[in-house]
C-alpha cells in the first residue's frame, strides 16, 4: 500500500486526475457504445442523398459515363444527326454541366464536411487514448524506477553485509594466527 502512494506522489497530482478521467470516460464510451446503434443509422435523408451523391460523382464510373455522353453529345451536334439542336460552341451543354456542378458542389461539400466532423471525433479520440497511453507507460516507468531502487537499495546492503563477514573472518583467521602462531 505504501509503494502505491509512493507512486503517486512521484507523479504529479494534475496527471493522475487527467488519467483517471480518462480511464472514466473511456468506460463511459465503452458502455455507451453498447447501448447505441450504428453512427450510420443516425444520418438523415440529406446526409445519405449528399453521401450517395458524391460516392457516386466521385467514381470512375461516372467519370466514364460523363465522358461518353459528352463525346456522344457533341459528336451528334458536328456530325449533323441533330442539326440545329445545340450547335457549335454549345451553349445548351454548357448550361447542363454548369447546372450539374452547381448542384453538385454543394452536395459533395456537405459530405466531406460531415466526414471532416468524424474524422476530428476520431483524431480527439485517438488524442486521448495517446495522452493515456502516455500517462500510463509514465507511471508504468516509474513503478519500475522505483522496484529498481529498492533491489539496488537491497543489493547494496547485502553487499555491505557480505563485505563486514569478510572483514570480520579475515580479522579472526589474522587473531588466530597472532595466538597460535608460528615462531618467528
Not at 496527471?15 to 450510420?40: G, I, N, Q
Request: aromatic share 6%; hydrophobic share 45%; net charge negative.
Amino acid at each position: 500500500m505504501n509503494e502505491k502512494a509512493e507512486d503517486r506522489d512521484s507523479m504529479e497530482q494534475a496527471e493522475h486526475d487527467l488519467l483517471a478521467d480518462l480511464r472514466r470516460a473511456r468506460r463511459s464510451l465503452r458502455l455507451k457504445a453498447m447501448d447505441e446503434p450504428p453512427a450510420t443509422g443516425r444520418q438523415t435523408l440529406g446526409q445519405r442523398i449528399a453521401d450517395a451523391v458524391a460516392t457516386v460523382m466521385g467514381s470512375w464510373t461516372f467519370i466514364i459515363v460523363q465522358s461518353v455522353i459528352l463525346f456522344a453529345w457533341i459528336t451528334a451536334n458536328l456530325v449533323g444527326a441533330m442539326r440545329g439542336w445545340d450547335p457549335y460552341p454549345f451553349i445548351l451543354l454548357n448550361l447542363a454541366l454548369s447546372f450539374q456542378a452547381a448542384y453538385a458542389a454543394p452536395v459533395i461539400m456537405m459530405s466531406q464536411n460531415r466526414q471532416q466532423d468524424i474524422d476530428r471525433k476520431a483524431a480527439e479520440n485517438d488524442y486521448r487514448i495517446n495522452v493515456k497511453a502516455e500517462l500510463e507507460i509514465e507511471l508504468l516507468h516509474e513503478k519500475i524506477d522505483h522496484l529498481r531502487e529498492r533491489e539496488v537499495l537491497k543489493l547494496t546492503e547485502a553487499v555491505k553485509m557480505l563485505t563486514e563477514l569478510l572483514e570480520r573472518s579475515a580479522s579472526d583467521a589474522r587473531e588466530s594466527d597472532a595466538e597460535g602462531g608460528s615462531p618467528s
